[in-house]
């Protein structure tokens, strides 16, 4: 149960993040496939994937030179940073006080935009940039986060077969369903996920300044049951103090 | 070029969004990894105030951004 614990936490961590990222990339993929070609679409985002595998190649190894403390003190107060921005976003949407964040919409936005440069001689050149942007963008966040959630523990592979599984599923619902990820509640996502990585983040920075936490790497499902308890009580806190803004719902 | 300054401005905006949250967020480990390390703080205890600080700060900012919303 111990290992098991920080194992299933760390493949579903990068596999819930991941799914949220890669969403966002492959609605420009599609948009930019769906309305110029696919040629450009795929090129920009094989390209893409190129830079990210060069960026993963560059600095994974010089991981395994920083001692173990150190390493879990860096990535745990990144991942608190990183984690509680997602989280502070997910309760903000909760309440209303930030719109959702609608794929259909980037998707109509980024197709009206490739059909206004469809006689421009430049347009394969423009929407595989739009498609390597997005995939670029999103993949580094991916990147990070599976450095993040398996550096900590040395659980790197875990990590990237969540990511895999991400990017999978993603693509095979996408060409299956050949439209717009609209369906995938993200904001929800991004709550589970918010609320995951700051547990790791506060976990990790713990274990960074020689906390020895009660029950080992059980004290992470304990870290996840009191932000989520906390968070999940300033989401009815805000909506009954400010009822002027809540009206919008965790997808 | 580009793509350099373009992935480094994404990685920042990874963690940063509200300025005053990360700010507080690193404020809060510095204090109590230093208490830790120079003060003698059981570091467990460091654990948890590290755990009841990050929830605050997240209410902290949060709060404020809905006040600003209800303006």
């Known amino acids: 149960m111990h290992s098991l614990t920080p194992i299933l936490s760390t493949i579903t961590a990068a596999f819930l993040a991941s799914v949220v990222e890669v969403v966002e990339a492959f609605t420009i993929v599609l948009a930019v496939g769906v309305t110029r070609s696919w040629r450009p679409a795929l090129t920009g985002a094989a390209l893409a994937l190129a830079v990210l595998a060069a960026l993963v190649l560059a600095f994974g190894p010089l991981l395994a030179l920083i001692p173990i403390t150190t390493l879990q003190f860096v990535v745990g107060v990144l991942l608190i940073l990183f984690g509680m921005r997602w989280l502070r976003k997910a309760i903000l949407r909760s309440v209303g006080v930030i719109a959702l964040h609608d794929e259909a919409a980037a998707f109509s936005k980024e197709t009206a935009a490739l059909h206004q440069l469809a006689n421009d001689r430049r347009a394969d050149y423009l929407a595989g940039l739009a498609s390597f942007k997005a995939v670029l963008l999103e993949g580094v966040e991916v990147v990070f986060i599976v450095i993040a959630v398996g550096a900590a523990h040395g659980q790197t592979l875990y990590a990237s077969l969540g990511a895999l599984a991400a990017f999978v599923l993603v693509v095979l619902i996408g060409l299956a369903v050949h439209r717009p990820l609209a369906r995938v509640p993200e904001n929800a996502l991004k709550f589970v996920v918010g609320l995951m990585l700051t547990s790791f983040g506060i976990f990790w920075t713990g274990e960074g300044i020689g906390a020895d936490w009660p029950g080992a790497d059980l004290a992470l499902l304990a870290i996840f049951a009191i932000v989520a308890l906390a968070s999940f009580a300033m989401v009815r806190g805000l909506r009954s103090a400010y009822p002027a803004s809540a009206g919008g719902l965790a997808r | ?71």
Do not use: H, W, Y
């Not at chain 2, 605050?56 to 809905?66: C, E, F, M, N």
């Open chain 2, 1 to 71: 070029m580009n793509v350099i300054r373009l992935i480094a401005k994404e990685f920042f905006g990874m963690f940063v969004d509200d300025g005053s949250l990360a700010l507080l967020a690193l404020l809060l480990v510095a204090i109590i990894a230093a208490a830790v390390k120079l003060l003698a703080l059981p570091p467990l205890l460091g654990g948890a105030l590290l755990l009841v600080g990050c929830l605050a700060i997240l209410l902290q900012s949060v709060r404020r951004a809905a006040r600003g919303t209800n303006r």
